[in-house]
T-cell receptor, first 112, second 113 residues
C-alpha cells in the first residue's frame, strides 16, 4: 500500500546537525528521494538513493536507508537558517511511470 | 537550461467554473506528471503523460483531466470547480526513459471562491 510517514516538526540550532526520518510501507520501491520545499515554492530535489544502497553522502547531506525496517533518514550537517523549509521523502512506484508517493513532510526550523 | 515552467502562478476562480493550467517541462524531457498539494491531503498524484499518452492516473474524479502536446508541454483542466479544489498544483518533468529524477515547477496556486 501507499504509506509514507514523517514527523511533522523538527527544531534545531544553527550549526547543529538535523536528522529527518521517514518510514514507508512499499518494499518494491526502487528509488527513494528527499525534496525540499520553501514557502511559496515548488519542490527542490535534494538527493536520492537507490534501494540497494545503505548510505549516500552529498556534501552536507547524508542519506541512510534501512531496507529491512523500511526506514529512510536525511542528515543535514552544520544546519543553516537557509535550511529552514519543509522536507519530503518520497519513493517512485515500480510501475515504469513517474508516480511518486510522498510523505507528509517535516517542517524544519533552524534557530539562530 | 531552463527549468520547469508553470503558468499562471496564481489563479482565482469561482465555484462551477473551469480552469486550465499549463506546464512546460525541461527541454528534452518527455514525461510530465501533475500533483495536487493541500494542507489536509498533502501531495497527491493526479496523472502522468509521456509522449502525448497518459501512462498513469491517480484517484481523482473525472473533472480532472490533462493532455500533452507534441512538444511535451502539458495542460491540466479542472471542470466544475469546487471549493475543495483550492490547492497548489505542481507539475514534474522527467526524461521518461528510465531516468531516476523528477524536477518540479514552482506550481500554480488555485483558489476557488
Amino acid at each position: 500500500g501507499e504509506d509514507v510517514e514523517q514527523s511533522l516538526f523538527l527544531s534545531v540550532r544553527e550549526g547543529d546537525s538535523s536528522v529527518i526520518n521517514c518510514t514507508y510501507t512499499d518494499s518494491s520501491s526502487t528509488y527513494l528521494y528527499w525534496y525540499k520545499q520553501e514557502p511559496g515554492a515548488g519542490l527542490q530535489l535534494l538527493t536520492y538513493i537507490f534501494s540497494n544502497m545503505d548510505m549516500k553522502q552529498d556534501q552536507r547531506l547524508t542519506v541512510l536507508l534501512n531496507k529491512k525496517d523500511k526506514h529512510l533518514s536525511l542528515r543535514i550537517a552544520d544546519t543553516q537558517t537557509g535550511d529552514s523549509a519543509i522536507y519530503f521523502c518520497a519513493y517512485k512506484e515500480r510501475t515504469g511511470t513517474y508516480k511518486y508517493i510522498f510523505g507528509t513532510g517535516t517542517r524544519l526550523k533552524v534557530l539562530a | 537550461k531552463a527549468g520547469v515552467t508553470q503558468t499562471p502562478r496564481y489563479l482565482i476562480k469561482t465555484r462551477g467554473q473551469q480552469v486550465t493550467l499549463s506546464c512546460s517541462p525541461i527541454s528534452g524531457h518527455r514525461s510530465v506528471s501533475w500533483y495536487q498539494q493541500t494542507p489536509g491531503q498533502g501531495l497527491q498524484f493526479l496523472f502522468e503523460y509521456f509522449s502525448e499518452t497518459q501512462r498513469n492516473k491517480g484517484n481523482f474524479p473525472g473533472r480532472f483531466s490533462g493532455r500533452q502536446f507534441s512538444n511535451s508541454r502539458s495542460e491540466m483542466n479542472v471542470s466544475t470547480l469546487e471549493l475543495g479544489d483550492s490547492a497548489l498544483y505542481l507539475c514534474a518533468s522527467s526524461s521518461g526513459q528510465g531516468g531516476t529524477e523528477a524536477f518540479f515547477g514552482q506550481g500554480t496556486r488555485l483558489t476557488v471562491v
